[in-house]
T-cell receptor, first 111, second 114 residues
Framework: KQEVTQIPAALSVPEGENLVLNCSFT??????LQWFRQDPGKGLTSLLL?????REQTSGRLNASLDKSSGRSTLYIAASQPGDSATYLC??????????FGTGTRLTIIP | GAGVSQSPSNKVTEKGKDVELRCDPI?????LYWYRQSLGQGLEFLIY????????KSGLPSDRFSAERTGGSVSTLTIQRTQQEDSAVYLC????????????FGQGTRLTVV
């Protein structure tokens, strides 16, 4: 069964620190992986998409990596800010025409 | 518009009534997805459209749920004889070609069945 896991479910860090969010998946035959953020009561905002042929993608203070052999992706956030507080979701595409989502990590940046 | 648009943003309905949820995808996007997010739960896949066709209907929870897409654009998710367990946020997403391309989500429709 193709599954995506995100641990921990919640994380709190002081403002200004760098942090890493984790995403694990069970099937190494992954086509791509996408990271989203979700603010309370809102939809999902796409952050980064990494194709299976890539090892990482960067957008501003965000850097996402993908390691197919170990079944892991990480989202690195540099110099965290209170505005980064949100739930972060990863979603894998295994070629079956749907995104399989993790349950998310709720991030709180403490001013 | 520039993004995925969903309407209504909120819907309160009485148990047993039918509801229709609408999704306007990004122009030119051939793939369209419906997901459901229940309180405190992850995203549950409902249905996927490529153009007007739905090759994968495996996620629809029961025969009370149906969806259609017309003109390769607007999609409607219909829930008949709503039940309290149908209460959730219904999210729509679109992408240019399907799973190999970036998916963009709408703001969702919050459905409450009372």
């Amino acid at each position: 069964k193709q599954e995506v896991t995100q641990i921990p479910a919640a994380l709190s860090v002081p403002e200004g620190e760098n942090l890493v969010l984790n995403c694990s998946f069970t099937d190494s035959a992954i086509y791509n992986l996408q990271w989203f953020r979700q603010d309370p009561g809102k939809g999902l905002t796409s952050l980064l998409l990494i194709q299976s042929s890539q090892r990482e993608q960067t957008s501003g203070r965000l850097n996402a990596s993908l390691d197919k052999s170990s079944g892991r992706s990480t989202l690195y956030i540099a110099a965290s800010q209170p505005g980064d507080s949100a739930t972060y979701l990863c979603a894998a595409y295994f070629g079956n025409e749907k995104l399989t989502f993790g349950t998310g990590t709720r991030l709180t940046i403490i001013p | 518009g520039a993004g995925v648009s969903q309407s209504p943003s909120n819907k309160v309905t009485e148990k047993g009534k039918d509801v229709e949820l609408r999704c306007d995808p990004i122009s030119g996007h051939t793939a369209l997805y419906w997901y459901r997010q229940s309180l405190g739960q992850g995203l549950e896949f409902l249905i996927y459209f490529q153009g007007n066709s739905a090759p994968d209907k495996s996620g629809l929870p029961s025969d009370r749920f149906s969806a259609e897409r017309t003109g390769g654009s607007v999609s409607t998710l219909t829930i008949q004889r709503t039940q309290q367990e149908d209460s959730a946020v219904y999210l729509c997403a679109s992408s240019f070609r399907g799973g190999s391309t970036e998916a963009f989500f709408g703001q969702g429709t919050r459905l409450t069945v009372v």
